[in-house]
């Protein structure tokens, strides 16, 4: 049983920058694929970036150059690092993880557990 506690998020101003944290329970987390994703009001939740047991990471072209996904496996934490922020930024995020070391991806279906998400506003 893994289980996903995430931390972080808040409102900003564009041109901001957020960190987002979750802590992973489980002995086996640094074999895991680990991933963010969020969901606006009338949208479907959309994959914002992948990490996998060798760092390899994966992201949305929404993201890319702005977010850095990054795991720290001594501390079981997985972050998203999120600069010069946009109000298209806003939204809930999810920290969530699948039992596999590598093909990551970053599609909902594919993961087995989720945090239990948080805020991010970010405001004109």
């Known amino acids: 049983q893994v289980q996903v506690v995430q931390s972080g998020g808040g409102s900003e101003q564009a041109g901001g920058s957020l960190r987002l944290s979750c802590v992973a329970s489980g002995d086996t987390y640094s074999l895991y694929c680990m991933a963010w994703f969020r969901q606006s009001p009338g949208k479907e939740r959309e994959g914002v970036a992948s990490?996998?047991?060798?760092?390899?990471?994966i992201y949305a072209d929404s993201v890319k150059g702005r977010f850095t996904i990054s795991r720290d496996n001594a501390k079981n934490t997985l972050y998203l690092q999120m600069n010069s922020l946009i109000p298209e930024d806003t939204g809930m995020y999810y920290c969530?993880?699948?039992?596999?070391?590598?093909?990551?991806?970053?599609?909902?279906?594919?993961?087995?557990?989720w945090g239990q998400g948080t805020q991010v506003t970010v405001s004109s």
């Open positions: 990490i996998d047991s060798a760092f390899s990471t």
């Open positions: 969530a993880a699948l039992p596999r070391r590598h093909g990551c991806s970053i599609y909902a279906a594919s993961y087995n557990y």
